[in-house]
Protein backbone atom coordinates (compact mmCIF):
# COMPACT_ATOMS: atom_id res chain seq x y z
CA UNK A 1 0.00 0.00 0.00
CA UNK A 2 1.04 3.68 -0.66
CA UNK A 3 0.78 6.48 0.83
CA UNK A 4 -2.65 8.23 0.44
CA UNK A 5 -2.52 10.86 -2.15
CA UNK A 6 -3.95 13.19 -0.23
CA UNK A 7 -1.69 15.78 1.60
CA UNK A 8 -2.04 15.49 5.22
CA UNK A 9 -3.59 18.64 6.83
CA UNK A 10 -1.80 20.77 9.58
CA UNK A 11 -3.20 20.43 12.80
CA UNK A 12 -5.03 17.95 12.49
CA UNK A 13 -5.93 16.29 16.12
CA UNK A 14 -4.51 13.60 17.32
CA UNK A 15 -6.44 9.80 17.27
CA UNK A 16 -8.40 10.72 20.43
CA UNK A 17 -10.00 13.92 19.12
CA UNK A 18 -12.96 14.70 17.39
CA UNK A 19 -13.58 16.52 14.19
CA UNK A 20 -17.56 16.51 14.03
CA UNK A 21 -19.38 16.13 11.14
CA UNK A 22 -18.52 18.28 8.80
CA UNK A 23 -19.50 17.39 4.84
CA UNK A 24 -20.74 14.93 3.51
CA UNK A 25 -19.99 11.42 5.61
CA UNK A 26 -19.34 9.50 2.60
CA UNK A 27 -17.72 11.68 -0.27
CA UNK A 28 -15.41 14.10 1.42
CA UNK A 29 -12.32 13.40 0.37
CA UNK A 30 -10.78 15.53 3.62
CA UNK A 31 -12.97 12.69 6.19
CA UNK A 32 -12.25 9.71 3.49
CA UNK A 33 -8.53 10.52 3.69
CA UNK A 34 -8.54 11.24 7.50
CA UNK A 35 -10.52 7.84 7.99
CA UNK A 36 -7.71 5.78 5.75
CA UNK A 37 -4.86 7.91 8.08
CA UNK A 38 -6.26 6.35 10.69
CA UNK A 39 -7.04 3.15 10.08
CA UNK A 40 -3.94 2.49 7.54
CA UNK A 41 -1.59 4.61 8.99
CA UNK A 42 -1.97 4.85 12.66
CA UNK A 43 -3.60 1.57 13.27
CA UNK A 44 -6.54 2.37 14.80
CA UNK A 45 -9.42 -0.36 14.37
CA UNK A 46 -12.61 0.86 12.07
CA UNK A 47 -14.73 0.91 15.77
CA UNK A 48 -12.06 3.76 17.25
CA UNK A 49 -11.94 5.51 13.88
CA UNK A 50 -15.81 5.54 14.18
CA UNK A 51 -16.02 7.32 17.56
CA UNK A 52 -12.98 9.76 16.07
CA UNK A 53 -15.05 11.03 13.04
CA UNK A 54 -18.43 10.32 15.47
CA UNK A 55 -20.05 8.65 12.26
CA UNK A 56 -21.28 4.75 12.90
CA UNK A 57 -18.87 1.90 12.21
CA UNK A 58 -20.67 0.95 9.24
CA UNK A 59 -19.85 4.20 7.80
CA UNK A 60 -16.67 3.85 8.16
CA UNK A 61 -16.08 -0.08 6.41
CA UNK A 62 -18.18 2.27 3.22
CA UNK A 63 -15.64 5.61 3.34
CA UNK A 64 -12.50 3.15 3.32
CA UNK A 65 -14.06 1.43 0.41
CA UNK A 66 -14.68 5.09 -1.13
CA UNK A 67 -11.48 6.00 -0.32
CA UNK A 68 -9.71 3.11 -2.20
CA UNK A 69 -12.56 4.05 -5.31
CA UNK A 70 -11.24 7.67 -5.58
CA UNK A 71 -7.26 6.69 -5.47
CA UNK A 72 -7.22 8.09 -1.67
CA UNK A 73 -5.41 4.77 -0.84
CA UNK A 74 -4.24 2.44 -3.17
CA UNK A 75 -3.66 -0.94 -1.83
CA UNK A 76 -0.66 -3.60 -3.51
CA UNK A 77 -0.85 -7.74 -3.17
CA UNK A 78 2.36 -8.69 -2.73
CA UNK A 79 2.64 -12.56 -2.78
CA UNK A 80 3.70 -14.10 1.04
CA UNK A 81 7.56 -14.28 1.31
CA UNK A 82 10.22 -14.06 3.78
CA UNK A 83 10.16 -10.64 3.89
CA UNK A 84 6.80 -10.53 5.76
CA UNK A 85 7.65 -13.47 8.31
CA UNK A 86 9.16 -11.37 11.11
CA UNK A 87 5.60 -9.40 10.95
CA UNK A 88 3.70 -12.40 10.54
CA UNK A 89 5.09 -14.21 13.69
CA UNK A 90 4.70 -10.92 15.64
CA UNK A 91 1.08 -10.86 14.96
CA UNK A 92 1.00 -14.58 15.50
CA UNK A 93 2.67 -13.75 19.06
CA UNK A 94 0.34 -11.28 20.05
CA UNK A 95 -2.65 -13.09 18.99
CA UNK A 96 -1.89 -16.58 20.95
CA UNK A 97 -0.29 -14.70 23.70
CA UNK A 98 2.91 -16.08 23.17
CA UNK A 99 6.28 -15.80 24.58
CA UNK A 100 7.86 -16.31 21.09
CA UNK A 101 7.18 -17.50 17.89
CA UNK A 102 9.80 -18.60 15.00
CA UNK A 103 8.64 -19.78 11.67
CA UNK A 104 9.41 -21.45 8.58
CA UNK A 105 8.95 -19.83 5.08
CA UNK A 106 6.19 -21.64 3.26
CA UNK A 107 4.69 -25.05 3.95
CA UNK A 108 6.86 -27.51 5.53
CA UNK A 109 4.56 -30.32 6.54
CA UNK A 110 6.37 -32.51 4.26
CA UNK A 111 10.04 -31.99 5.88
CA UNK A 112 9.09 -31.98 9.06
CA UNK A 113 12.91 -32.57 10.00
CA UNK A 114 15.25 -30.09 7.93
CA UNK A 115 12.44 -27.73 7.10
CA UNK A 116 11.67 -27.25 10.91
CA UNK A 117 15.46 -27.48 11.83
CA UNK A 118 16.87 -23.87 11.89
CA UNK A 119 13.56 -22.13 14.21
CA UNK A 120 14.02 -25.58 16.28
CA UNK A 121 17.70 -24.79 16.37
CA UNK A 122 17.06 -20.90 17.27
CA UNK A 123 14.50 -21.35 20.10
CA UNK A 124 16.80 -24.06 21.68
CA UNK A 125 19.48 -21.42 21.59
CA UNK A 126 17.62 -18.53 22.73
CA UNK A 127 17.19 -20.29 26.40
CA UNK A 128 20.65 -21.03 26.73
CA UNK A 129 21.08 -24.52 28.52
CA UNK A 130 23.99 -25.47 30.29
CA UNK A 131 25.52 -28.54 31.83
CA UNK A 132 23.33 -29.93 34.54
CA UNK A 133 19.97 -28.15 33.09
CA UNK A 134 16.97 -30.83 32.09
CA UNK A 135 15.70 -30.42 28.64
CA UNK A 136 12.07 -32.57 27.69
CA UNK A 137 11.64 -34.44 25.12
CA UNK A 138 8.09 -35.41 23.57
CA UNK A 139 7.17 -38.34 21.59
CA UNK A 140 5.42 -37.94 18.28
CA UNK A 141 6.48 -37.72 14.19
CA UNK A 142 7.64 -34.08 14.64
CA UNK A 143 9.91 -34.61 17.59
CA UNK A 144 11.65 -37.89 16.08
CA UNK A 145 12.18 -36.48 12.62
CA UNK A 146 13.84 -33.07 14.30
CA UNK A 147 15.66 -35.01 16.98
CA UNK A 148 17.93 -36.82 14.52
CA UNK A 149 18.64 -33.62 13.17
CA UNK A 150 21.80 -31.06 14.62
CA UNK A 151 20.09 -28.77 16.79
CA UNK A 152 22.81 -27.11 18.54
CA UNK A 153 25.62 -28.50 21.06
CA UNK A 154 24.09 -29.04 24.53
CA UNK A 155 27.30 -30.94 26.94
CA UNK A 156 26.58 -31.82 29.94
CA UNK A 157 23.16 -31.05 29.13
CA UNK A 158 20.59 -33.76 30.57
CA UNK A 159 17.88 -35.09 28.37
CA UNK A 160 14.78 -37.11 28.92
CA UNK A 161 11.69 -37.94 27.66
CA UNK A 162 8.13 -36.90 28.51
CA UNK A 163 6.04 -39.73 28.12
CA UNK A 164 6.69 -43.51 28.29
CA UNK A 165 6.52 -45.41 24.58
CA UNK A 166 8.93 -48.54 25.20
CA UNK A 167 6.26 -51.12 23.42
CA UNK A 168 5.18 -48.76 20.59
CA UNK A 169 5.70 -50.48 16.93
CA UNK A 170 6.43 -46.79 15.53
CA UNK A 171 10.32 -45.51 16.73
CA UNK A 172 8.44 -42.13 16.72
CA UNK A 173 6.03 -43.03 19.14
CA UNK A 174 9.37 -44.43 21.54
CA UNK A 175 10.50 -41.65 23.05
CA UNK A 176 13.58 -43.35 24.19
CA UNK A 177 14.67 -43.52 20.50
CA UNK A 178 13.69 -39.49 20.24
CA UNK A 179 16.45 -39.11 23.33
CA UNK A 180 19.03 -41.17 21.95
CA UNK A 181 18.68 -39.30 17.78
CA UNK A 182 18.87 -36.38 19.78
CA UNK A 183 22.12 -36.96 21.90
CA UNK A 184 23.85 -38.53 19.18
CA UNK A 185 22.79 -35.71 16.72
CA UNK A 186 23.51 -32.72 19.38
CA UNK A 187 24.93 -34.07 22.29
CA UNK A 188 23.34 -34.28 25.49
CA UNK A 189 23.39 -37.07 28.29
CA UNK A 190 20.39 -39.08 27.93
CA UNK A 191 17.97 -40.06 30.58
CA UNK A 192 15.69 -43.12 29.54
CA UNK A 193 12.25 -43.80 30.60
CA UNK A 194 11.77 -47.73 30.19
CA UNK A 195 7.85 -47.75 30.92
CA UNK A 196 4.72 -48.31 28.04
CA UNK A 197 2.84 -44.95 27.24
CA UNK A 198 -0.01 -47.37 29.45
CA UNK A 199 1.14 -50.11 32.01
CA UNK A 200 -1.27 -52.09 33.81
CA UNK A 201 -2.03 -51.07 37.54
CA UNK A 202 0.69 -53.57 38.48
CA UNK A 203 3.47 -52.66 37.02
CA UNK A 204 2.47 -48.58 37.42
CA UNK A 205 2.75 -49.48 41.19
CA UNK A 206 6.47 -51.36 40.56
CA UNK A 207 7.75 -48.43 38.58
CA UNK A 208 6.91 -45.74 41.45
CA UNK A 209 9.65 -47.71 43.62
CA UNK A 210 11.78 -47.92 40.70
CA UNK A 211 15.39 -45.62 41.16
CA UNK A 212 15.40 -45.15 37.28
CA UNK A 213 11.48 -44.00 37.13
CA UNK A 214 11.86 -41.25 39.82
CA UNK A 215 14.88 -39.99 38.03
CA UNK A 216 12.55 -39.26 35.31
CA UNK A 217 10.07 -38.11 37.63
CA UNK A 218 12.63 -35.16 39.21
CA UNK A 219 13.48 -34.60 35.37
CA UNK A 220 10.40 -33.47 34.81
CA UNK A 221 10.14 -31.64 38.42
CA UNK A 222 13.33 -29.60 37.49
CA UNK A 223 13.31 -29.36 33.68
CA UNK A 224 14.30 -25.70 32.40
CA UNK A 225 12.93 -26.64 28.59
CA UNK A 226 10.39 -28.97 27.13
CA UNK A 227 10.29 -29.43 23.59
CA UNK A 228 6.85 -30.93 22.08
CA UNK A 229 4.86 -31.34 19.07
CA UNK A 230 1.01 -30.45 18.94
CA UNK A 231 -1.13 -33.43 17.78
CA UNK A 232 -4.26 -33.22 15.49
CA UNK A 233 -8.00 -33.92 16.65
CA UNK A 234 -8.04 -37.95 16.97
CA UNK A 235 -9.88 -39.09 14.48
CA UNK A 236 -7.73 -37.34 12.42
CA UNK A 237 -4.70 -38.87 12.94
CA UNK A 238 -3.43 -41.69 11.29
CA UNK A 239 -0.80 -42.35 14.07
CA UNK A 240 -1.22 -42.81 17.83
CA UNK A 241 0.36 -44.64 20.99
CA UNK A 242 -1.30 -48.08 20.25
CA UNK A 243 -2.66 -47.82 24.05
CA UNK A 244 -4.86 -44.57 23.52
CA UNK A 245 -8.30 -45.02 22.71
CA UNK A 246 -8.57 -43.52 19.93
CA UNK A 247 -12.76 -43.84 19.65
CA UNK A 248 -13.50 -43.03 23.03
CA UNK A 249 -16.00 -40.74 23.10
CA UNK A 250 -13.93 -38.36 25.13
CA UNK A 251 -11.26 -38.29 22.77
CA UNK A 252 -13.53 -37.70 19.39
CA UNK A 253 -14.18 -34.51 21.22
CA UNK A 254 -10.14 -33.69 21.62
CA UNK A 255 -8.75 -31.30 19.13
CA UNK A 256 -5.31 -32.71 20.14
CA UNK A 257 -2.75 -33.61 22.79
CA UNK A 258 0.85 -31.97 23.90
CA UNK A 259 2.45 -35.28 25.54
CA UNK A 260 -0.11 -37.50 26.06
CA UNK A 261 -2.66 -34.96 27.54
CA UNK A 262 -5.44 -34.72 25.15
CA UNK A 263 -7.52 -31.49 25.75
CA UNK A 264 -10.76 -30.16 24.21
CA UNK A 265 -11.44 -26.80 22.33
CA UNK A 266 -11.80 -24.92 26.21
CA UNK A 267 -8.10 -26.30 26.09
CA UNK A 268 -9.73 -28.58 29.37
CA UNK A 269 -7.85 -31.95 29.32
CA UNK A 270 -10.32 -35.13 28.73
CA UNK A 271 -10.79 -38.29 30.89
CA UNK A 272 -10.66 -41.89 29.22
CA UNK A 273 -10.02 -45.51 30.22
CA UNK A 274 -6.50 -45.69 31.42
CA UNK A 275 -5.99 -42.00 31.47
CA UNK A 276 -4.88 -42.28 35.40
CA UNK A 277 -2.58 -45.18 34.26
CA UNK A 278 -0.71 -43.60 31.86
CA UNK A 279 2.97 -42.49 32.38
CA UNK A 280 3.63 -38.87 31.08
CA UNK A 281 4.37 -35.47 32.55
CA UNK A 282 1.47 -34.52 34.60
CA UNK A 283 -0.30 -31.14 33.45
CA UNK A 284 0.49 -29.07 36.05
CA UNK A 285 3.79 -30.28 36.14
CA UNK A 286 4.58 -29.70 32.36
CA UNK A 287 3.15 -25.93 32.78
CA UNK A 288 5.62 -25.60 35.50
CA UNK A 289 8.34 -25.96 32.96
CA UNK A 290 9.73 -22.28 32.14
CA UNK A 291 9.52 -22.63 28.18
CA UNK A 292 7.71 -25.28 26.74
CA UNK A 293 8.54 -25.11 23.17
CA UNK A 294 5.63 -26.50 20.54
CA UNK A 295 6.27 -27.28 17.36
CA UNK A 296 3.68 -27.98 14.80
CA UNK A 297 2.94 -27.59 10.84
CA UNK A 298 -0.47 -28.20 9.04
CA UNK A 299 -3.53 -26.36 8.70
CA UNK A 300 -5.64 -29.20 10.05
CA UNK A 301 -3.97 -28.11 13.38
CA UNK A 302 -4.86 -24.86 13.81
CA UNK A 303 -7.98 -25.21 16.23
CA UNK A 304 -5.10 -27.43 18.07
CA UNK A 305 -2.69 -24.86 18.05
CA UNK A 306 -5.24 -22.13 19.30
CA UNK A 307 -7.02 -24.00 22.15
CA UNK A 308 -3.34 -25.38 23.37
CA UNK A 309 -2.19 -21.87 23.15
CA UNK A 310 -5.48 -20.62 25.11
CA UNK A 311 -4.51 -22.99 27.98
CA UNK A 312 -1.19 -22.38 28.56
CA UNK A 313 0.41 -25.27 27.64
CA UNK A 314 3.20 -24.01 25.39
CA UNK A 315 4.12 -20.79 25.46
CA UNK A 316 6.84 -20.47 22.66
CA UNK A 317 5.07 -21.62 18.72
CA UNK A 318 7.97 -23.17 16.03
CA UNK A 319 5.73 -23.16 13.12
CA UNK A 320 5.57 -22.10 9.09
CA UNK A 321 3.71 -19.40 7.18
CA UNK A 322 1.01 -21.76 5.88
CA UNK A 323 -0.21 -22.83 9.33
CA UNK A 324 0.07 -19.24 10.89
CA UNK A 325 -2.12 -18.00 8.41
CA UNK A 326 -4.22 -20.69 8.68
CA UNK A 327 -4.10 -20.17 12.77
CA UNK A 328 -5.01 -16.19 12.39
CA UNK A 329 -8.07 -16.96 10.01
CA UNK A 330 -9.05 -19.15 12.47
CA UNK A 331 -8.47 -17.09 15.50
Not at 40 to 65: F, N, W
Not at 98 to 117: E, I, N, R, T, Y
Not at 297 to 321: M, Q, R
Request: hydrophobic share 40%; proline share 6%.
Amino acid sequence: MTEPTQSRESGQPGIHGAEGTRGAEGTDPQRLYRAAQLYYEEGATQAQVAEHLQVSRPSISRMLSEARAQGIVEIRVHRPGSEDLDGLGEELRQRLGLKSVHLAAGDQSHQLGPGLAPQTRQALAAEGLRAGDVLLLASGETIYALAQQRLGTFPGVVVAPTVGGQAEPDPWHQTNEAVRAFTAASGGYPHYLFAPSMPSAALLKALQDDPGFRQIMDDWATAKVALMGIGAPALTRSSMAQSVPKDHPSLIRSVGDVCLAFFDQNGEEVAFPGKERMVRISGDTLRAVPSRIAVAVGTHKAPSIIAGAGADWFNVLITDETTARAVLASA
